[in-house]
């Protein structure tokens, strides 16, 4: 995998709770009529900087923003790393909103604005087939099958350019 340079925000410096932050972006995607986007990553992951590069992409956010209030929760931190730690929380809110055992980085879970999850990276809801980033073709064709389970306002062009997007950022 490549790993990128750029460092995933960390929410935990601030120590607002996982539970906080997950209910500040409810309340935003209530208000704006979206659903939410939950990103559970760690900074030393390469597939979640990569996550984190498509999210941030000046084509790709204001698809994104369309649809989704997106919330990072760090999870998995290593404690050796004093720059980093976990978002006080994040396990349970990660496990709460459907994660099995570990589930690998990035795990992606989107809610309805009242944080009932639509769908997340886990292929058919198969534990052991985290998608994180997609990159593989088949893996592309599940994220893209998330977005039109939890995102039915983007266009078959917005869902298009995403997936244009995601293939040529792939490994493959």
């Known amino acids: 995998m490549l790993a990128c340079v750029a460092a995933i925000p960390s929410h935990a410096a601030s120590n607002e709770s996982a539970k906080a932050l997950f209910a500040h972006a409810k309340a935003e995607a209530k208000a704006e009529h979206k659903n939410v986007l939950v990103v559970f990553s760690a900074s030393w992951c390469g597939p979640c900087h990569m996550y ?17 209030v997106v919330q990072r929760i760090d999870v998995g931190e290593r404690a050796s790393d004093p720059k980093h730690a976990d978002t006080p929380g994040g396990d349970w809110l990660r496990a709460e909103l459907g994660a099995k055992g570990e589930p ?63 293939k040529t950022h792939s490994l493959h």
């Open 52 to 68: 984190e590069r498509y999210l941030d992409d000046s084509h790709m956010k204001p698809i994104l923003d369309k649809a989704f």
């Open 104 to 166: 690998g980085f990035p795990f992606i879970v989107m809610t309805d604005p009242n944080g009932k999850p639509i769908v997340n990276s886990y292929v058919d809801d198969k534990p052991d087939e985290n998608v994180g980033y997609p990159v593989l073709p088949q893996e592309v064709d599940w994220y893209m099958e998330m977005l039109k389970r939890a995102a039915p306002t983007l266009t078959p062009a917005e869902l298009a350019e995403t997936r244009t997007w995601l």
